[in-house]
């Protein structure tokens, strides 16, 4: 019975023009009888493969924290199917596109570059390391720069000394080797000698 409901969810996918005289529109209908055999069968040995596919579709109709759900659940119900490596890649894929399209949304960030570093701790020689070594790096440099540009914010906009301060200190705790630390530094100094915030 699942072979078959995998035969026809394929046949679906890959010629989505109609069934029995009902004309297909989306991939939704499509999505759902992948869904429906996963449901069926959720440890099935197809199960990893078609929970690829359903994470690509999804991918597909731009819902990428959809598919990231289905690609961790994978990880988590399959961490040893060869489709797990897959599945690692192609979320920290997703992450990486939502934490750079959302460029002011620092947890959104923070989460990305954390599951992108348990990945490549998990998987330490995982074909696709140099990618998402890239993904990381340009993920920590979005992230001092949105910590940099909230302290100059509350310097230079707010105005407010003591919160400039204290997220100059926050700024350094956590980047203190970063391109802006000796300015941070430089400017944090200026503060606690009482000067005023910039304009």
């Given amino acids: 019975m699942l072979d078959r409901q995998f035969r026809i969810a394929n046949y679906l996918l890959h010629n ?31 199960a990893p493969e078609i929970m690829l596919v359903i994470g690509s579709i999804r991918v597909s109709e731009k819902e990428l924290q959809e598919a990231i759900a289905v690609y961790e659940g994978l990880l988590n119900r399959f961490p040893q199917a060869p489709q797990a490596v897959t599945a690692a890649y192609l979320a920290a894929q997703c992450r990486h596109e939502l934490a750079v399209k959302h460029s002011y949304n620092e947890p959104r960030c923070r989460e990305a570059i954390a599951f992108i570093k348990a990945v490549l701790a998990r998987m330490p020689t995982h074909p696709q390391k140099t990618q998402m070594t890239a993904w990381l790096n340009e993920l920590t440099a979005l992230l001092v720069e949105q910590n940099y540009q909230q302290a100059v914010f509350y310097d230079t906009k707010q105005r407010n000394a003591e919160a400039a301060k204290a997220a100059y200190r926050r700024f350094l705790s956590e980047f203190s080797d970063s391109r802006h630390a000796a300015q941070v530094r430089e400017r944090l100094t200026q503060l606690e000698q009482g000067a005023a915030p910039l304009r």
Avoid: C, H, K, Y
Wanted: no cysteine.
């Fill in 16 to 46: 989505n023009t109609s069934m029995f005289g009902w004309s297909l529109s989306g991939t939704d209908a499509i999505r759902e009888r992948f869904e429906q055999i996963v449901r069926n069968a959720p440890r099935g040995a197809q």
